[in-house]
């Protein structure tokens, strides 16, 4: 048996872990394993390359994928997932491990409508995906932002400054709400509930300076908006000095955090065991605190919710 | 209402946080806090101090505690359980926060037994408690521990050495399973399971050299034993230079990391909002996914099981 | 004998370390030392603090600085330097010692002509000096700084997209060019060198994408301009993704390497002994390989040379 | 033209990178460059494989070494030394790198003796070439040294505990010093100085925390001796709980900082110009600031002393 393996999306450390124990665990369930470069444009270049146990040494503790990744615009198209499918197969690949976020698991659905096997791996730093509690990257990604805003603070602290630091998630303000706990900023803004209010946050952070602290730290999510704007306008409408701090790609990359590696590992082993196994369609999941599986569709249907608890305790743990 | 709160036992980062939470959520709460310094012990030299906003400032992102811990071996005795309840009631302490491990929660359920109110928050790097999936500080261990482990491997593959690597964890192999995972290594020996063959472990040793990779890492739990010795002996069966490396209390210290912050922030709020509700004597877990709250002597009652799932997928990944 | 010490300009990681050192000297020696906060405007403010040996505990290893510092444009006037001389005799500070840059030293200068006696400790991240090899902050920096580059390498690397990373540096290229070596980057732009010929860049872009090498790292100093319009100006001479990082403020904080403890804590007790021995107006520096002072407003007229041999090294090691 | 390029006895972080400066920049000049595995004795087993500028990518930001490194004792023996000559010979190899510290050093003479142009590049992380201010690795390892110390420094203030911390070195107490300096322990044991009075160590642990002070941390370089048998003395001599940590081997590897990866890679192309311009048997060297180069005979003769006036500051550093 034949199976393919391909990294797709924005990359998120871990990815490698994940495609060592794809390939390591068919390796020793007698399989061939093919990876796929690039993403889903990998199928159609035939960008395709023999995978044995020696290709993946050494990749357990990088970031990035060595497979390269992209976004495959081109892929959206019925025809072009017909085209891709008979790649597929005249390569001899019947099952296909997809090892990304939701854009790539709806790719994934289109070529198991096209009769390919295919098994999701969830992988985002945003941790955006409803189906799944756990995401490989994000991990990673917390700590590697959290690192970086500890070290603004000492600088915005020696400044007496107010500053906005933008950290990545689009629609999801995950990142956005673990580094406001672990960084004990005084404030988070997060695409799910922002408001737009300015002056309030004005309001504050002249209350708080009122009180004698005069540090006044802002995580905000990249869906919440232009942090440049936003630190102009605050330092306009409060006179205190604020800068804003694009944490940007840093937050990608790196080396896994021990849970990425670990969690990693085992999501890539189940998604081979679950080809092995002759499931069809799977996403692997770890819900609940235990690893599982369920349909890829499905899992596309499921929304998540921010942890309402987390955001009402973080407002008491702020002076 | 005055509450204490005291950290015991082996030190864990993320104590710190879960103390800060402890102390604003009970401050924003209309409570007094008092903090109870060195552990047990400090109930009996009534070396107690007031705690406020103030005084939790700037201790999220630190390694230790501020309120300093031991082990108290004196407590053990009925008779100054007693007397610690009299000094708790006599500083008016209703009831007590304990952040600690297994050992700390035996003694606050004698204090719930002498009509002191309780509660736990489980804080221990090896992650060896029943009652929960998280402890703070483990996170922190296993990310420190792994660091030090990429660090030997680039060493040990310069030389082709082997190496035993122990690491923290008497009972408990979660440490060097996690570990054992993430550094991709040869070999993990595990309290648990360890059955003591190292004739088996030269074998593969040997094994592993003969189809030709040079390398070959062993991380071993603290309770299997002497990792000196055994790397000696390993040396002496197989003839391959084999060094020991203890990684020793390097892993109980550093700033936590993001995981360790927030959960221990949501823990100690937790254990604050349980007192305010009237609840008694029940420790904070984590379990299925979910922050939640047992009661104490209950709690001590759960063994906990090393995930097989992990141990079998691990023998899959190693080339 | 008193003697007030303050940080002034931007903060560097290490400053701290300084401030320990000449407070923990200086009491051994028998003076008394007042610490001065938020720089020079903190002399006008007369915020002004009883430092001893306690004071300094536990600052060794943080970022920024315990006395806060600012930039102070009102200092600059003759009448307000004269304003302040006569504050510092007020209470009785007989000496000054100064940390920070450039411009920190010649507001140091003007008291000094106004009686007062100062010493420089040099600390900025920038390594702009040119009467000292070292300054305080520039190790720590530029070893912040490449972690994040590498970081931002594995995804760039990952999409196989071209970058402009924008590292601090407003005139002097120091950091651009030990991380444009440190991180084997494609291409650095230095403030001292840039000839703004954009369409140069764009052709070794497509040149190193021609020979099949996928990635293209530019580092780009402060000074050289705006990131942002040029990463989109190279993506559309080129049709290459490039994307524009901007570390920012994190360059500033973090907790001093060894070298920017060890340094600093030399130059801060130095700064302290060349008062202790009757010294007048000198500035501690490093050059040659040893530890020295000079006279501070003649260590303002040296200029600083980047050093050609690694320049032009540097381009033999890009493949 | 044809060089040889191998690294050699303890391996140290930055050896890459000075490996992929001698590579690339002989590529560019021209010339053929053969890797030599495993140090001495991969000539002896023509362990030898063709190297060029693909060969050397992303190495430069790893630790360890991609040619393995090896103690080679046979080849202290003359005949050895004659025969290694011929087979460098019959390889077309007229020069050879050799990256490693003064035994490695040594073995490059003799080859020298023999007819065979060697370069040698300082890389020890011991700091202990009297001919350089620098070797390769040395700042990598204090600051790996100085991290792990600042953890165990937060577990240790917890608990109110002495602690001794061997770190590398057996007879140069470099890295002792540097962490002793940087991490503001109470007592540095160096093997150049230590005088072996245990008792005036156990009276300076009693003073200390007869003023209130509760904390006492050691370092100690390797060369003084038994770490856990003078944790043990002392806690019997002083009643005070006294644990011995042992760094060991993660003190070797790591990804290297930045003055590494620069100095490394200045070096190396030094090395490679040397050959290049026609020098013969030299070693490169950084004094006074500068990179230059000297005799590799002489350079063995040059002794190194430890900065006194470093240590007379450390103590009043202390509290």
Chains 1, 2, 3, 4 share one sequence.
Do not use: W
């Amino acid at each position: 048996m034949t199976i393919g393996v391909l990294t797709s999306g924005g990359d998120a450390p871990g990815m490698n872990a994940a495609l060592r124990a794809v390939v390591r665990c068919a390796v020793v369930d007698g399989m061939q394993v093919k990876g796929i470069r690039h993403g889903y444009q990998g199928i159609l270049d035939e960008d395709i390359i023999d995978l044995d146990s020696l290709s993946v040494a050494n990749i357990l503790t990088t970031g990035g994928t060595m497979l390269k990744t992209a976004r495959c615009l081109e892929f959206l198209k019925s025809e072009v997932q017909d085209q891709a499918a008979d790649i597929l197969r005249k390569h001899g690949i019947e099952a296909l491990v997809v090892i990304g976020g939701d854009g790539s698991f709806r790719g994934a659905a289109e070529l198991a409508q096209r009769g390919i096997n295919v098994m999701g791996v969830p992988a985002t730093i945003d941790n955006d995906l409803g189906c799944t509690d756990y995401t490989i990257g994000f991990d990673t990604a917390i700590n590697t932002a959290m690192e970086a805003i500890d070290k603004v603070r000492d600088t915005s602290a020696s400044h007496e400054r107010a500053c906005v630091i933008e950290v990545m998630g689009r629609s999801a303000g995950y990142i956005a709400l673990y580094c406001g706990i672990g960084n004990g900023v005084e404030e988070m803004l997060l695409p799910e509930l922002y408001d737009g209010n300015e002056d309030a946050i004005a309001e504050r952070m002249l209350a708080t300076r009122a009180k004698g602290k005069n540090i006044y730290m802002i995580v905000s999510a990249e869906g919440v908006g232009d942090a440049s704007g936003l630190a102009g306008r605050l330092k306009e409408k409060t006179g205190i000095d604020t800068k804003a701090i694009i944490l940007g790609h840093i937050q990608r990359g790196g080396s896994p955090t021990c849970m990425d590696r670990v969690y990693a590992s085992v999501m890539g082993s189940r998604a081979e065991a679950l080809i092995r196994d002759g499931k069809r369609s799977r996403v692997v999941i770890y819900k609940n605190g235990e690893f599982g599986d369920m349909d890829i569709l499905d899992s596309l249907m499921v929304r998540k919710a921010l942890p309402n608890d987390f955001l009402m305790m973080s407002r008491k743990l702020i002076r």
